[in-house]
Every structure is written in structure tokens, then in C-alpha cells.
């Protein structure tokens, strides 16, 4: 499995930007696909994560109302549409993917097997 994450950058306070992640190198139609981010001197959080199969949807309440995780099943990738992004946005962002087991999507990492490189996102004030 390789999953490819991209799209960060630098943006002003109120801004937005998409990031995507390319999944390859199996089916992921049993899997969930998830977003975390790690900001300096902070552990790795739980943002936003999709069921692969029914699109069914969870998100951390920090960015409810703001992020949007959405996926392309043709195209094996998975967004991360982030608006109204705020200074404490910012960080390296965290593709993830890991079989489904059932129950709710999961929020933690352990749940998610493989993961991308990251992609820095910076929002300045």
C-alpha cells in the first residue's frame, strides 16, 4: 500500500486549501481512510476520517463546520477540503489508511496501518 499526500502550503488566516491523498497497491473498498496532523512539539491528532465503502464521515470538533473529508473511488483519493483555516492549523498532515472492522470509523491512529509522507500546511495570522 502507498499512499501519496499533497497539496499543503502556505496560507493566510481565512484562508483554504485542499489537500489529497492518491492511495495505491490494493482495493480499499473495506478500508477507512483518516487525516491526522502533528504540530511542533505536539502528538499526532486525529482530524477528519472516511469509511471507503458508504462515505460515512467523522471529524475531530475542532474543524467541524471548517474541514470537509471527502474521497473519489474512481480515482483511489481522498481530500481534505480546509476552510477557514486558523493559525493553530498549522502542521504536517497525516494520510492514513486501515482495514475496516466494523463498528464506527475509528479515531485513533492505532486503527490505521499504513501511512503517507506528510504534507506541511502553515497558516499565517
Known amino acids: 500500500v502507498q499512499l501519496q499526500a499533497y497539496g499543503g502550503g502556505l496560507v493566510q488566516a481565512g484562508g483554504s486549501v485542499r489537500l489529497s491523498c492518491a492511495a495505491s497497491g490494493r482495493a480499499f473498498s473495506n478500508y477507512n481512510m483518516g487525516w491526522f496532523r502533528q504540530a511542533p512539539g505536539k502528538e499526532r491528532s486525529f482530524v477528519a476520517a472516511?469509511?471507503?465503502?458508504?462515505?460515512?464521515?467523522v471529524s475531530t470538533d475542532s474543524v467541524k463546520g471548517r474541514f470537509t473529508i471527502s474521497r473519489d473511488t474512481l480515482k483511489n483519493t481522498v481530500y481534505l477540503q480546509m476552510n477557514s483555516l486558523k493559525p493553530e492549523d498549522t502542521a504536517v498532515y497525516y494520510c492514513?489508511?486501515?482495514?475496516?472492522?466494523?463498528?464506527?470509523?475509528?479515531?485513533?491512529?492505532?486503527?490505521?496501518?499504513?501511512w503517507g509522507q506528510g504534507t506541511q500546511v502553515t497558516v499565517s495570522s
Open positions: 472516511i469509511r471507503w465503502s458508504d462515505g460515512r464521515t
Open positions: 492514513a489508511t486501515g482495514r475496516n472492522v466494523g463498528g464506527p470509523v475509528p479515531t485513533t491512529a492505532r486503527w490505521y496501518d499504513f
